[in-house]
C-alpha cells in the first residue's frame, strides 16, 4: 500500500471518557490518499466500477458544552474501485464553519445539547444557533457529491472521486437543505425538502440534472416540525409531519426540546413530483421515522416502506455514563424500537393501511438505486449493539417471498451503511454487492468489506485494508462511474 499524507489539520480536542469520543467513534483527523491497497482476504471484484463514500462525524475541537456525536465535523471517506484495483482516500468537508473554528483554533459553536447561549456566533438551520457541519448524509448528483447536515445546512458540493470541496451548491435555498435528498438515478433529478422555525414550516424542491433548481414550493404544517428523511415515486414526493417535535412554549424560549405528542397522529404528504397540484394528507399510527428505503405507486395506492419507532421517546438509560443517559437512549435502536414497516396510502377513497414487516430491531436500509420510486424486491438492513449507535451486521430482505437472511459481523467489529453496488451490465436487483467499511475494535484496524448479494449468508468475498482507522458516522453511498459522468443510470 502507497499512503500520502496531507498537512494536518489544527485540533484543540482533549482527551475525554465521552463514550461517542473513543472507540469506534475516536475522531479522525488525518487525512490521506492511498493506492494499491492490501487484500487481507479474498479477491477484489473486477466487475464493479465506481466509488463508495461514507460521511463520517470527527469532532476537530474541545466542546464548548456538552458533545453529542452528530455535533462532530463532516469527513468524507472514500473507497474507488476499478479493474479489480482499489484506492482509497479521504478529506473533511471545508465548510464554512471548518474555516471558521480553523482559523480561531478553537469551537465556535454549541452542539445538540447545548442551550443556544453557549454558541459565540449565530448557526445554521433549524436550531438557528448550531455549527453546519454537513456530517450526516452524502449523494451523488450531476456528477457531484452532495453532503448535507440534518438539522437543515447548506448544500456543499465535492468531486466524487479527489473529495476535493467546490464549495456551495448555487440552488441552495436561504432555508437550507435537509439531509437525505433523493437522488432518481433513471432521470437524474435530486428531490429534497427543509424544514424551519417560522411558516410554513416545511418547503420542497426538485434539482435536475443539469443542478438547476426548477422547483421549489411549500408545504405548510401545522408548526414547527422535524422531518428527516423523504422518499418519492415516479409521479410523487411523500413527506412527513410526524408527532415527535419540539415543546411548542419552549421553543419560543430559544430552547429546542422534544416530545412524543403521543394524542398527534403521524401525517404524511403525497405531493406532485414535479408540479404546484393538491398536496395530499394521510393519517397513521404515532410515530417517529427516521429513514424510509423505498416508495411506489401500486394502482390507486402508494407503497412506503421504513423503520417505524415503537417507542420514539425512550428517556434515560440505565447503566449509561454519567451525564450521557439521556443522548445513549436515543442513539440506541433497542431502546425507540425500530422495525421495517409499511404503509400504503389509497389515493382513491384517502384511506391508509400498515403493517410490520419484521418484529427485529433494524434500521438504515438501503436498495439498489435503479429501483428508488419503483417496485422492488430487496431491502438490506442493519442490526445494531443493544446500547449503542454500532452496526453489527446486516439482514437481506426479500419482501416478495417474505423471507430475509443474516449476517451478523464477530464481536467488536462495527459496520457502516452498507449502499448496493450492481454488477457493471446487471439485470437482476440483487446481482451486485453491498460495500460497507468496518471498524474492528479488536486489532485497532479498519478495512472495507463487500458481500455479494446472490450469496449473502457466505460472507465478505473480499476484506481490504484501509490506511488507518476511521471513525464510525451515519450514511453512506455508492456511484457508478458511468452514473457519474453521465447523471443517469445506464
Known amino acids: 500500500m502507497k499512503v500520502q499524507k496531507h498537512p494536518p489539520i489544527f485540533s484543540s480536542l482533549k482527551p475525554s471518557n465521552h463514550p461517542y469520543l473513543n472507540g469506534a467513534w475516536t475522531p479522525q483527523h488525518e487525512e490521506v490518499d492511498a493506492w494499491d491497497l492490501e487484500v487481507i482476504e479474498g479477491a477484489i471484484p473486477a466487475d464493479i466500477d465506481g466509488v463508495y463514500l461514507r460521511n463520517t462525524e470527527n469532532q476537530i475541537h474541545q466542546p464548548l458544552g456538552r458533545y453529542h456525536p452528530f455535533d462532530g465535523d463532516g469527513m468524507l471517506h472514500q473507497i474507488d474501485f476499478k479493474d479489480g484495483r482499489a484506492s482509497y482516500r479521504n478529506r473533511f468537508v471545508r465548510t464554512r464553519c471548518f474555516a471558521a ?81 433523493k437522488v432518481d438515478e433513471r432521470t437524474g433529478e435530486m428531490m429534497f425538502f427543509n424544514y424551519s422555525t417560522h411558516a410554513p414550516y416545511m418547503h420542497y424542491g426538485v434539482v435536475d440534472a443539469d443542478n438547476k433548481l426548477t422547483h421549489y414550493r411549500p408545504v405548510p404544517l401545522p408548526g414547527p416540525r422535524l422531518p428527516h428523511d423523504m ?15 419540539w415543546i411548542p412554549e419552549l421553543l419560543e424560549k430559544n430552547a429546542h426540546v422534544v416530545r412524543m405528542h403521543r394524542d398527534i397522529p403521524s401525517r404524511f404528504a403525497i405531493v406532485p413530483r414535479r408540479g404546484d397540484g393538491e398536496i395530499r394528507w394521510f393519517e397513521a399510527a404515532p410515530t417517529f ?24 421517546e425512550p428517556g434515560s438509560v440505565k447503566g449509561a455514563p454519567e451525564g450521557y443517559e439521556h443522548m445513549m437512549g436515543h442513539l440506541d435502536e433497542h431502546t425507540f424500537q425500530s422495525r421495517l414497516h409499511r404503509w400504503r396510502f389509497n389515493l382513491k377513497d384517502g384511506s391508509t393501511k400498515e403493517e410490520t414487516l ?3 430491531i433494524l434500521e438504515f436500509g438501503t436498495i439498489n438505486q435503479r429501483f428508488a420510486g419503483r417496485k ?8 445494531s449493539l443493544p446500547g449503542w449507535f454500532l452496526f453489527n451486521g446486516f439482514v437481506k430482505h426479500d ?92
Not at 231 to 245: G, K, R, V, W
Not at 293 to 309: K, P, R, S
Not at 376 to 383: D, E, G, K, L, M
Open 101 to 181: 473554528e480553523q482559523e480561531a483554533k478553537q469551537s465556535l459553536w454549541g452542539g445538540l445539547m447545548d442551550r443556544s447561549h453557549i454558541s459565540r456566533r449565530p448557526g445554521f438551520g433549524a436550531h438557528g444557533f448550531l455549527k453546519d457541519s454537513s456530517s450526516t448524509d452524502v449523494v451523488i448528483h450531476a456528477g457531484k457529491a452532495v453532503s448535507t447536515f440534518y438539522q437543515c445546512g447548506e448544500a456543499y458540493l465535492l468531486n466524487p472521486e479527489t473529495l476535493e470541496t467546490e464549495g456551495l451548491a448555487a440552488w441552495g435555498p436561504l432555508d437550507g437543505v435537509s439531509a437525505h435528498p
Open 358 to 360: 419484521d418484529e427485529r
Open 399 to 490: 419482501l416478495d417471498a417474505g423471507t430475509s437472511q443474516t449476517l451478523t459481523l464477530p464481536p467488536g467489529r462495527y459496520a457502516s451503511e452498507a449502499p448496493f453496488a450492481p454488477r457493471i451490465g446487471s439485470t437482476e436487483e440483487d446481482d451486485g454487492y453491498i460495500v460497507s467499511f468496518i471498524m474492528d475494535e479488536n486489532s485497532g484496524t479498519s478495512e472495507c468489506i463487500l458481500i455479494d448479494c446472490k450469496r449473502f449468508e457466505d460472507g465478505p468475498v473480499v476484506r481490504i485494508k484501509l490506511p488507518h482507522k476511521i471513525c464510525s458516522g451515519t450514511h453512506a453511498c455508492w456511484a457508478d462511474r458511468a452514473f457519474i459522468r453521465d447523471r443517469r443510470a445506464p
Open 231 to 245: 422518499a418519492f415515486t415516479e409521479n410523487y414526493a411523500i413527506l412527513n409531519d410526524l408527532p415527535l417535535f
Open 376 to 383: 422492488y424486491r430487496h431491502i438490506y438492513s442493519t442490526t
Open 289 to 312: 421515522v427516521l429513514h424510509w428505503t423505498n416508495a411506489y405507486e401500486d394502482g390507486d395506492e402508494i407503497v412506503l416502506d421504513g423503520y417505524f419507532q415503537s417507542n420514539p
